[in-house]
C-alpha cells in the first residue's frame, strides 16, 4: 500500500491533533480522497523531496492551506476567460481542479474533481507555474508522490536541481 510505503519511507509522526476533514469537506465541496487524508492525518503534511510542498486544512500560512484551494481555482478560471487556450483540453466545463501542492517555483499539483467522480479516481494535473502548460497523471496522491520518490514518476516541470528524493520528508516546523 502506498500511504504505508510513505509514512515509512518519510519517518512520519502522527500530526499533534486530528484534522477537521468533514468541515475541510464541506468548505470544498468535495470528499477529499482517503489516502491523501491518511497520509497527513500521519504527519504528512509538509516538504516533500526538498521541494513540493504538500497542503493540509487549516495551516497557518495560507498558501499552504488546503482551504484556500476554491481561491485558487477562482484565479484560474479568471485567468481562463482571458486566455482560454491555456485551460487543459480535457478538463470538462463542470469539472474543478483542487489545489494540493506546489513547489518553490510556483508550479502546482490538483486533483481534477468532477460532480460524479470517486475521490480515489481523482487525476492529478500539474501546472507549469503560470498556467499555460499542464500535465495529467491518472493516478492517486500517494501513488503519484511514491512514484516520485522510487523514480517511477516524473514531471518535466519538476527541477532536478530543486527536486531531491534523498531528502524524503521535513514538516513545515522545521
Do not use: C
Not at 469537506?25 to 504538500?54: C, I, K, Q, S
Not at 476554491?70 to 489545489?99: C, K, Q, S, T
Not at 520518490?149 to 521535513?170: K, P
Request: avoid cysteine; glycine fraction near 6%; proline fraction near 6%.
Amino acid at each position: 500500500m502506498s500511504v504505508q510505503s510513505l509514512i515509512e519511507a518519510a519517518h512520519l509522526t502522527a500530526a499533534p491533533q486530528p484534522f477537521d476533514w468533514e468541515q475541510a469537506e464541506e468548505h470544498l465541496g468535495m470528499r477529499l480522497p482517503t489516502d491523501y487524508r491518511e497520509l497527513v492525518n500521519a504527519g504528512g503534511a509538509g516538504l516533500w523531496f526538498n521541494d513540493l510542498r504538500l497542503y493540509s486544512p487549516g495551516d497557518s500560512v495560507k498558501f499552504r492551506d488546503l482551504m484556500e484551494s476554491n481561491g485558487v481555482f477562482e484565479d484560474l478560471l479568471f485567468f481562463w476567460e482571458e486566455d482560454p487556450e491555456f485551460r487543459p483540453a480535457d478538463l470538462p466545463d463542470d469539472a474543478r481542479l483542487i489545489a494540493w501542492a506546489s513547489t518553490g517555483h510556483g508550479e502546482r499539483l490538483f486533483w481534477r474533481v468532477d460532480a460524479d467522480s470517486p475521490s480515489a479516481a481523482y487525476p492529478i494535473y500539474i501546472e507549469n507555474g503560470d498556467g499555460t502548460e499542464w500535465e495529467r497523471f491518472d493516478m492517486s496522491t500517494t501513488d503519484f508522490l511514491l512514484g516520485v520518490l522510487r523514480g517511477d514518476v516524473t514531471s518535466r516541470f519538476f527541477s532536478d536541481i530543486f527536486m531531491h528524493t534523498d531528502q524524503v520528508f521535513r514538516p513545515y516546523a522545521q
